[in-house]
């Protein structure tokens, strides 16, 4: 995802809308206090995968964010995530289950308004 939230970034940028892309290299354990400073600093966190959008790890993720930085937050923590549907194996389907750089771009474009 982080060349799809890279892509997103650079058509917010071109619109004045500024984005700090964190790519974690691992979940457990994962780098938290970047994630927190990022959201102290912004007042706003996007969690962006592509595994389907209930159980997955960004529910995790969010739940960190809200615990330990909620007094900073500006927006409720936001998650992008594939739909909730067994992964398709055919591309077409694939590429219509998982976020894509423009949906990843309205939503965050929605997130500041």
Do not use: N, Q, Y
Request: charged share 20%.
């Amino acid at each position: 995802m982080r060349k799809l939230c890279e892509a997103a970034a650079g058509a917010l940028g071109a619109e004045g809308i500024a984005v700090e892309v964190i790519d974690l290299r691992s979940l457990l354990p994962f780098d938290a206090e970047t994630v927190l400073a990022s959201a102290r600093k912004t007042g706003r966190v996007a969690i962006v995968h592509e595994a389907p959008l209930t159980a997955g790890a960004g529910a995790e993720l969010a739940a960190v964010v809200a615990e330990r930085a909620f007094g900073s937050l500006r927006a409720p923590v936001t998650r992008i995530a594939g739909l909730d549907v067994p992964m398709p194996f055919a591309p077409v389907l694939e590429s219509a289950a998982v976020p894509s750089a423009a949906g990843i771009a309205e939503r965050l474009r929605a997130m500041v308004r």
